[in-house]
């Protein structure tokens, strides 16, 4: 641990401080300052009014985050990277650490996703922080983006319930405030470091609407039980009339060309209840027979369809 946390903050040292942010939780009249990727608020009074924000030193203009200079393609003028990459893999490495160092003892929790665009007045709102309250209640840790509307309603739902309210944040070209309903927060850097966090401490995904990050998560989840890399895992779409178009468009038009499986489609539920959500994840973790027949199914399938290519090919 001493050791990545030193390789850390070599490579900070090398990529120049790239990316860092300083993240300040402020009250008056006071203000307290945290530095680091690892934020714990369990001890600090939550109020909608004074947000934790991070702020990007120096200019408030939106600057390259580590993940844009990560996937940009080098110049020819841009020789040193060659430099700059190996180290780049020790922050990489190090930001993998502070997260698993931060949830160690998690192990029963539900991720949910949604749109940070969701208003407080918006009933999907209500649904995502009654949702997170019974599974805080059934005894499930709650895990969010740490962002505000759907998030943050999920934060709430659990610290109502006095669950533990996991928010897993991003560095963005652009300030981001966290919600104030969260006991543990980490900001990330990588993108594909906090995915692999939603994913590693979750037992099941509730999907509530929203945009192209909601999609992401959604369908990697679907990949990844398809695929077996994680097994009884629920994933539950909240609010049909949201997603019954998906379903459609999926049903239709990518079963009926041969791109799914009908098993496929049987990876994940559709509901409009909290109760409901509840109980079908309480269900599944209570007995792994309930996702079990139909979670092999989808893997027997494409395990046959690469069997064919594989023999075609042969």
Request: with cysteine; hydrophobic share 35%; proline share 7%.
């Amino acid at each position: 641990m001493d050791l990545a946390r030193t390789a850390l903050v070599a490579a900070n040292t090398a990529l120049g401080g790239e990316g860092i942010p300083q993240v300040r939780r402020e009250h008056a009249p006071n203000l307290h300052e945290y530095r680091g990727s690892t934020m714990n608020h369990s001890n600090e009074s939550h109020h909608p009014g004074n947000p934790a924000k991070i702020v990007y030193p120096g200019s408030r203009k939106p600057q390259p985050t580590a993940d844009e200079k990560l996937l940009a393609t080098p110049l020819p003028e841009q020789a040193p990277f060659i430099h700059t990459d190996p180290w780049r893999v020790l922050r990489i490495m190090g930001e993998f650490v502070d997260g698993f160092d931060a949830l160690v003892d998690v192990h029963r929790a539900v991720t949910m996703f949604g749109s940070a665009r969701t208003k407080p007045t918006d009933p999907d709102y209500e649904a995502a922080r009654t949702t997170a309250r019974l599974l805080g209640e059934a005894g499930f840790d709650i895990i969010t983006g740490g962002g505000p509307g759907i998030m943050e309603a999920g934060n709430r739902g659990a610290k109502e319930a006095g669950a533990r309210s996991i928010g897993l944040n991003i560095e963005l070209p652009f300030e981001q405030h966290a919600n104030p309903y969260i006991d543990i927060g980490i900001e990330f850097h990588y993108f594909f470091v906090r995915k692999m966090m939603f994913v590693k401490y979750a037992c099941a995904f509730v999907i509530f609407p929203g945009g192209f990050g909601t999609m992401d998560e959604l369908f990697e989840s679907l990949t990844l039980i398809q695929t077996g890399k994680i097994r009884n895992f629920p994933v539950v779409l909240y609010n049909s009339n949201y997603w019954g178009g998906l379903m459609e468009w999926l049903r239709d038009r990518m079963l009926r060309e041969g791109k799914l499986s009908p098993h496929d489609l049987d990876l994940m539920t559709v509901s409009d209840s909290p109760e409901h959500t509840c109980e079908m994840i309480v269900s599944a973790m209570r007995d792994e027979s309930i996702r079990a027949p139909k979670e092999e199914a989808a893997r027997s399938e494409v395990r046959r369809t690469l069997g064919r290519e594989a023999h075609n090919h042969g």
